[in-house]
């Protein structure tokens, strides 16, 4: 666990000078007018002193948009564009005193909770960090792990770790704290990268988005945007540079004297030394082209007024995909993992379980299947690049769960899951001890303990592209990641007959690992630590559970 120091306070500054990197440091402990919290700054008192704690925190104050779908009956209808209220987090914080006088709690009602999205979630994070006398800047950019095959805008926050004197990636809005610089796409790097022709800047932008605020325009956005937060500045993702009016003029195109200053600004944001930061400043305040003045005008609230929940029984006529089930026999199994296995997580208790026969689907459900699902229903179909027989994305718990009753189904079990990815093995995979390219979509270049490395195809495949197991399932390892049923919680070992899970939690357990996780969380017994049950965007599918 990370911990944050300790507390001190900051005054504002309006103008600084770099000197040295020192410099740098202190300016990035300082507020701006957007991550001032005035005078509620006394709520930041007795906050938790962990990175995971706080991340976990500060998400649970907010409901973000795409998210509005679940809680419709619980947020009014004239709160569903909160967004352009809450612009600071003076703002944020005043809001959530409205709802809640406690101020940021973990328990903090759906009713009570702010409709805000990812940039408020790292601007609150940078100004309780910079109320502790940790650098701390937000950042703008595209995330490769949100929308599998995609790079989705996204607005992070870096970090500084003064123990090992670097800079660190967290991103609050979905508590990953100090990942990979490769999941997180740098707007100056996609600049360069696009003019070298490096990338497709289709790939860039909103999944499901007009094509008009994808590709250029969303690179081109970000890294203006970066470019302010990165002199004080942090503007909220509605907001833009004036450069844009001229690419939303003339299809997606920009006059070479702006490819310069973009070229040249990119790469001066590569490293922000105390140099490299005084000439940005020059450049931006003598350049209007690039400066934020400009405001994006989205209706979020229509994402929550399509959210309307067709009556499922009336569905019934509907003509339905045909999924290929597996009959899985009952039996009794050791479920979680000997304390010898390598990779091996703390909540992989091993434990005996045993389990009444059921159906599984052969395959994770398809696009194809439920964008029938979603036509019959009225509900919008999820976001993905090639559909047909790709595992579906992009769907919440809540979607998969709905779906699964709709087809008379339900979703499986934990248990039920990993008894019938093992397959009767009782190795980390059904394959054996190790796992190979040839085997399933994971990322080779990360094999298991001392197994070979292997390709790594870097995106999704369709159902079905390799080998079966035992039982004559498909794709249990890697590829996708899979909803269970089950909230997750610490497993319940005197629960030895089709155990359930616990009756409450805030997250779902996921299980099978993707197509860009490492082989060790590919494991039969991996659990993930669970995603919250109205995440959609890190590539989770599902498959189907039928009882004998």
Same mark, same amino acid.
């Given at each position: 666990? /990370?911990?944050?120091?300790?507390?001190?306070?900051?005054?504002?500054?309006?103008?600084?000078?770099?000197?040295?990197?020192?410099?740098?440091?202190?300016?990035?402990?300082?507020?701006?007018?957007?991550?001032?919290?005035?005078?509620?700054?006394?709520?930041?008192?007795?906050?938790?002193?962990?990175?995971?704690?706080?991340?976990?925190?500060?998400?649970?104050?907010?409901?973000?948009?795409?998210?509005?779908?679940?809680?419709?009956?619980?947020?009014?209808?004239?709160?569903?564009? !909160? &967004?352009?209220?809450?612009?600071?987090?003076?703002?944020?914080?005043?809001?959530?005193?409205?709802?809640? &006088?406690?101020?940021?709690? @973990?328990?903090?009602?759906?009713?009570?909770?702010?409709?805000?999205?990812?940039?408020?979630?790292?601007?609150?994070?940078?100004?309780?960090?910079?109320?502790?006398?940790? #650098?701390?800047?937000?950042?703008?950019?595209?995330?490769?792990?949100?929308?599998?095959?995609?790079?989705?805008?996204?607005? /992070?926050?870096?970090?500084?770790?003064?123990? %090992?004197?670097?800079?660190?990636?967290?991103?609050?809005?979905?508590?990953?704290?100090?990942?990979?610089?490769?999941?997180?796409?740098?707007?100056?790097?996609?600049?360069?990268?696009?003019?070298?022709?490096?990338?497709?800047?289709?790939?860039?932008?909103?999944?499901?988005?007009?094509?008009?605020?994808?590709?250029?325009?969303?690179?081109?956005?970000?890294?203006?945007?970066?470019?302010?937060?990165?002199?004080?500045?942090?503007? &909220?993702?509605? =907001?833009?540079? =004036?450069?844009?009016?001229?690419?939303? =003029?003339?299809?997606?195109?920009?006059?070479?004297?702006?490819?310069?200053?973009?070229?040249?600004?990119?790469?001066?944001? @590569?490293?922000?030394?105390? !140099?490299?930061?005084?000439?940005?400043?020059?450049?931006?305040?003598?350049?209007? =082209?690039?400066?934020?003045?400009?405001?994006?005008?989205?209706?979020?609230?229509?994402?929550?007024?399509?959210?309307?929940?067709?009556?499922?029984?009336?569905?019934?006529?509907?003509? @339905?995909?045909?999924? !290929?089930?597996? %009959?899985?026999?009952?039996?009794?199994?050791?479920?979680?993992?000997?304390?010898?296995?390598?990779?091996?997580?703390?909540?992989?208790?091993?434990?005996?379980?045993?389990?009444?026969?059921? @159906?599984?689907?052969?395959?994770?459900?398809?696009?194809?299947?439920?964008?029938?699902?979603?036509?019959?229903?009225?509900?919008?179909?999820?976001?993905?690049?090639?559909?047909?027989?790709? #595992?579906?994305?992009?769907?919440?718990?809540?979607?998969?769960?709905?779906?699964?009753?709709?087809?008379?189904?339900?979703?499986?079990?934990?248990?039920?899951?990993?008894?019938?990815?093992?397959?009767?093995?009782?190795?980390?995979?059904?394959?054996?001890?190790?796992?190979?390219?040839?085997?399933?979509?994971?990322?080779?270049? %990360?094999?298991?303990?001392?197994?070979?490395?292997?390709?790594?195809?870097?995106?999704?495949?369709?159902?079905?592209s390799f080998s079966p197991n035992a039982f004559g399932l498909y794709d249990m390892h890697g590829n996708i990641w899979e909803w269970t049923n089950d909230w997750y919680g610490e497993y319940n070992v005197d629960d030895k007959l089709n155990p359930k899970g616990p009756n409450t939690g805030t997250k779902k357990v996921d299980r099978g690992g993707g197509f860009y996780d490492p082989a060790w969380r590919c494991r039969s017994a991996y659990r993930a630590g669970g995603d919250p049950p109205v995440n959609r965007g890190t590539g989770i599918s599902f498959r189907l559970v039928k009882d004998e």
């Amino acid at each position: 666990m /990370i911990s944050i120091l300790t507390i001190t306070e900051c005054d504002s500054q309006q103008a600084y000078k770099f000197t040295n990197n020192e410099s740098v440091l202190d300016f990035y402990k300082q507020y701006s007018s957007f991550t001032d919290p005035g005078e509620y700054a006394y709520l930041y008192k007795n906050l938790p002193d962990s990175l995971p704690e706080l991340c976990s925190l500060i998400k649970s104050q907010f409901i973000h948009p795409f998210a509005l779908p679940q809680y419709r009956d619980q947020i009014p209808k004239e709160r569903w564009n !909160e &967004s352009v209220k809450y612009t600071t987090v003076k703002s944020i914080l005043k809001g959530l005193l409205s709802y809640d &006088s406690r101020g940021l709690v @973990k328990d903090r009602k759906l009713e009570d909770r702010l409709v805000l999205h990812c940039w408020h979630c790292s601007i609150l994070l940078a100004s309780i960090l910079k109320y502790r006398g940790i #650098p701390a800047r937000v950042c703008y950019g595209h995330a490769a792990y949100l929308a599998p095959g995609f790079h989705t805008g996204h607005v /992070i926050c870096e970090v500084w770790n003064k123990n %090992e004197n670097r800079w660190m990636l967290v991103d609050p809005s979905t508590d990953r704290i100090d990942f990979s610089r490769e999941e997180f796409a740098f707007s100056n790097d996609s600049w360069l990268k696009m003019q070298k022709r490096e990338i497709d800047p289709n790939l860039y932008g909103m999944p499901g988005n007009n094509d008009n605020y994808n590709g250029l325009v969303s690179i081109v956005s970000t890294v203006c945007l970066d470019l302010a937060s990165i002199l004080g500045n942090e503007y &909220s993702i509605y =907001q833009y540079a =004036q450069i844009l009016n001229y690419a939303f =003029q003339n299809n997606n195109q920009l006059q070479d004297k702006q490819i310069e200053i973009l070229n040249r600004i990119s790469k001066l944001m @590569k490293s922000l030394n105390a !140099e490299n930061l005084s000439e940005l400043q020059k450049i931006y305040n003598n350049t209007p =082209q690039i400066q934020i003045t400009e405001t994006h005008q989205f209706d979020l609230s229509k994402l929550a007024a399509s959210s309307d929940k067709p009556d499922i029984k009336k569905l019934s006529s509907i003509n @339905k995909p045909d999924i !290929e089930f597996v %009959e899985i026999p009952g039996g009794t199994f050791m479920m979680g993992s000997p304390v010898t296995e390598p990779g091996r997580k703390d909540d992989e208790i091993q434990h005996e379980v045993t389990l009444s026969a059921f @159906k599984m689907s052969k395959y994770p459900v398809t696009f194809e299947q439920y964008d029938l699902f979603c036509e019959a229903t009225g509900r919008e179909k999820p976001f993905g690049f090639k559909r047909g027989n790709m #595992p579906v994305s992009q769907v919440t718990w809540y979607d998969a769960n709905a779906f699964a009753e709709w087809m008379g189904c339900r979703l499986p079990t934990e248990a039920e899951w990993e008894y019938a990815a093992r397959a009767n093995t009782t190795t980390p995979f059904y394959t054996g001890d190790c796992l190979t390219s040839e085997q399933a979509n994971f990322n080779g270049n %990360e094999p298991y303990f001392n197994c070979e490395k292997s390709k790594n195809i870097k995106n999704p495949l369709p159902v079905g592209s390799f080998s079966p197991n035992a039982f004559g399932l498909y794709d249990m390892h890697g590829n996708i990641w899979e909803w269970t049923n089950d909230w997750y919680g610490e497993y319940n070992v005197d629960d030895k007959l089709n155990p359930k899970g616990p009756n409450t939690g805030t997250k779902k357990v996921d299980r099978g690992g993707g197509f860009y996780d490492p082989a060790w969380r590919c494991r039969s017994a991996y659990r993930a630590g669970g995603d919250p049950p109205v995440n959609r965007g890190t590539g989770i599918s599902f498959r189907l559970v039928k009882d004998e």
